[in-house]
């Protein structure tokens, strides 16, 4: 049995897809008694806040094309939602996703009545772990750091292993010097953990593991990932279209189980790759422009290339017949590689319209010319 607090910024890494992948696997593990997930207040209302903001920027984003068409249309046919109705409605949703994985997860709540006020004020004084002299204000760290190991005090079974899962150095460093924590920078990395102690999964998903570090895996993945269609979006500029694409090489690979009794394994692929990207684009400011006939006299053409690092996940059906694949397929029909350009690249994969990752690169301008 472990007992096992998240760390914001692990969920945040994942996307919050609570009904899918490493999180979905996670569920199940809460739910057959493996694991006691823990969290607080802090956790869920930063979880919350971090859903907000994109949510009210689309909302706004609707609020201003559907002015557009009222203006132009009949009302009646655009609808006549309330736009605070309309936040309130689609927030509740995204809201209540993130209650239910903690019910579902049968989670322990650690009520705030177990914050240690004082000690996070003496840390804040003699700037003790998880502040800083650059992090001075790592309040809500703190508030969740003292609860943890007020609960951790509390807890009468010795020998029930508390796990740590956060990114954050400072939020680690918190525990290092206390006995009764392992420290987990990943999700995957305990995930793993867990598999192994249920002897039948283990051995069933050893096919698998051998398999997602072979080179036969390594071929064909690099040309899935080749088969994705590439488009780069660039700040001020009409989307871009991606001539080649090349030099794929993977970083890293997890995964997650979602079907774990018997054949086929089914769950995601979490990738991490990097690749060389050409392309080119209309650049409208330095094109001659007639505004009698309302047309670019010529058009000039900027060209680029750059490095991505890019992070995917990507389903996939794996059948094996006892250590030989027989069957895989990873379904890439609904994918769509975007990068938008500004000062620095950003490449954002989509996948059925819902972002999955982002990663930012600084730009050598050098590398472009015009045509």
């Known amino acids: 049995m472990y007992t096992v607090f998240i760390d914001t910024n692990i969920f945040i890494k994942l996307g919050m897809k609570f009904t899918s992948g490493i999180l979905l696997e996670l569920e199940r593990y809460c739910e057959q008694g493996h694991i006691t997930l823990v969290f607080t207040d802090i956790v869920v209302a930063e979880l919350k806040k971090h859903k907000r903001k994109p949510i009210i920027d689309a909302v ?22 309330s736009d605070e109705q309309l936040k309130k409605q689609i927030l509740n949703s995204e809201y209540s ?56 005090a509390h807890e009468s079974d010795d ?9 954050d150095n ?5 525990f290092k010097s206390d006995d009764g924590y392992s420290i987990y920078n990943n999700l995957f990395e305990f995930i793993s953990l867990v598999r192994s102690d249920t002897d039948y999964f283990a051995h069933s998903i050893i096919p698998l593991q051998q398999y997602l570090k072979g080179e036969e895996f390594d071929h064909y993945i690099i ?55 050409e392309y080119e684009f209309f650049d ?22 750059n490095t991505f690092l890019v992070h995917v996940e990507l389903p ?7 250590q030989n694949i027989i ?12 990068a938008e350009l500004t000062d620095s690249i950003e490449l954002e994969v989509e996948y059925e319209g819902v972002q999955v990752a982002l990663t930012e690169h600084d730009i050598d301008f050098d590398n472009y010319f015009v045509s």
């Open 170 to 174: 400072g939020f680690i460093e918190s």
């Open 60 to 81: 706004e984003r609707y609020i201003s094309a559907k002015e557009s068409l009222c203006s132009k249309y009949d009302a009646k046919i655009v609808g006549n939602y």
């Open 223 to 277: 040309n899935v990932l080749k088969s994705l269609d590439y488009t780069v979006f660039l700040d001020g500029y009409d989307d871009s279209d991606v001539i080649d694409v090349s030099n794929i090489e993977i970083k890293d690979i997890d995964f997650s189980i979602n079907e774990m009794n018997g054949m086929p394994y089914l769950g995601e692929l979490y990738l991490s790759y990097s690749l060389d990207a």
């Open 327 to 338: 069957d895989r397929n990873i379904d890439v029909d609904d994918y769509e590689v975007q």
């Open 316 to 322: 996939f059906r794996f059948r094996f017949d006892n």
């Open 284 to 305: 409208p400011y330095t094109s001659p422009y007639d505004s009698e006939d309302k047309v670019f006299i010529y058009e000039n053409i900027v060209r680029g290339k």
């Open 97 to 152: 996703k993130i209650d239910n994985f903690f019910r579902i997860c049968n989670a322990k709540k650690i009520p705030l009545d177990k914050l240690q006020l004082e000690q996070i004020l003496d840390d804040y004084i003699n700037v003790v772990f998880p502040f800083t002299n650059k992090k001075q204000y790592e309040f809500k760290d703190a508030m969740n750091i003292s609860l943890i190991k007020s609960q951790k």
């Open 159 to 167: 020998e029930n292993n508390f796990i740590i899962i956060s990114e």
